[in-house]
């Protein structure tokens, strides 16, 4: 797994370090630390800062024997094409990451470049979800991401992950990203199965729902399952971004909730939401 983290200097990339490291050293993933500024013929010392500081403080979360990550020992930036990068190689590889221009398309650029599995940012909170300097960051990286999308709004334990799905395909790695937000959290779960229409393809969907429930139970995660129609599936997420962490699939074309979900309605849930939500594809 590889887990690309998009970071500035402000309190809210600060507070999510801990949970990327708690996430990373569960999954056992390569991390990428991308800092994004404007302009400039080399790194910016406050972002540079920021970004060795973050990366110190993951591999401090970890014992001294235990951390799946090395320190890096030489700080002095390497350019290449499209910026400036740093790494290290410890059981796992560590890569820090400086791109000029706009944050959401360099984020987008480097989680292709990469081949992440997982972007991972945090927002502030005294406007919704904003990002300094820019408009919509968030938002525009969740909708266009070529991977799953964790947006965290405040760090703090979740009592439920609802994991909201339709009929779709729902990928292994996306069912795993909710079994470690349980796992992280000691959450309970909750699977939502939407239906297109009231009393279509019902019986499709709810054993669908089952094998879901058994595949959580197979791995000691106890959940229940509910069923709602596709006319209120967006009152129940809004309502549900209110109560623990929203796991919504928005995969491939044939996502019944992607179709569901207007640009609108995805900022409305990062404004809304207490804690956290989960981009899945």
Same mark, same amino acid.
């Given at each position: ?11 809210? %990339? ?17 991390? @990428? ?11 910016? =010392?406050? !972002?540079?800062?920021?970004? #060795? ?9 970890? &014992? ?18 499209? &910026?400036?990068?740093? /790494? ?12 000029? $221009? /706009? ?9 292709? +470049?990469? $081949? ?11 406007? &919704?979800?904003?990002?300094?300097? +820019? ?27 609802? %994991? ?12 795993? !990203? ?13 699977? @939502?199965?939407? =239906? +297109?229409?009231? $009393? ?11 094998? !879901? ?27 549900? %971004?209110?109560? &623990? ?18 640009? %609108? ?9 207490? /804690?956290?939500?989960?981009? #899945?594809?």
């Amino acid at each position: 797994m590889k887990i690309l983290v998009t970071l500035d200097t402000k309190q809210y %990339s600060q507070k999510i370090i801990k949970h990327v490291a708690r996430l990373a050293g569960n999954t056992l993933a390569d991390i @990428v630390l991308l800092g994004v500024q404007e302009d400039g013929k080399k790194p910016a =010392k406050t !972002l540079s800062a920021a970004l #060795l500081k973050y990366h110190r403080d993951l591999c401090g979360y970890f &014992g001294p024997d235990e951390s799946p990550y090395s320190e890096i020992q030489n700080e002095e930036w390497q350019q290449d094409d499209a &910026g400036w990068a740093l /790494s290290s190689r410890g059981m796992k590889e560590s890569t820090l990451l400086i791109r000029t $221009g /706009s944050v959401a398309q360099q984020t987008l650029a480097v989680a292709s +470049e990469v $081949g992440s599995d997982l972007i991972i940012l945090g927002c502030g909170r005294k406007f &919704g979800c904003e990002w300094d300097g +820019e408009m919509n960051v968030p938002l525009r990286i969740a909708r266009d991401a070529p991977c799953s999308v964790l947006v965290i709004k405040a760090v703090k334990k979740a009592d439920q992950i609802i %994991s909201i799905l339709d009929q779709s395909k729902v990928s292994q790695d996306a069912l795993e !990203l909710v079994n470690q937000l349980v796992t992280l959290h000691h959450a309970g779960l909750k699977i @939502v199965g939407v =239906k +297109e229409k009231r $009393g279509r393809k019902t019986d499709k969907i709810e054993k669908k729902m089952v094998e !879901l429930l058994k595949y959580y139970n197979e791995r000691e995660i106890g959940a229940w399952i509910k069923l709602i129609n596709a006319d209120d599936v967006q009152d129940y997420v809004t309502a549900s %971004s209110r109560e &623990g962490i929203v796991a919504l699939w928005m995969g491939g074309k044939e996502s019944l909730i992607k179709k569901l979900f207007s640009r %609108s309605m995805v900022d409305r849930l990062l404004e809304t939401t207490r /804690s956290a939500l989960l981009i #899945l594809r």
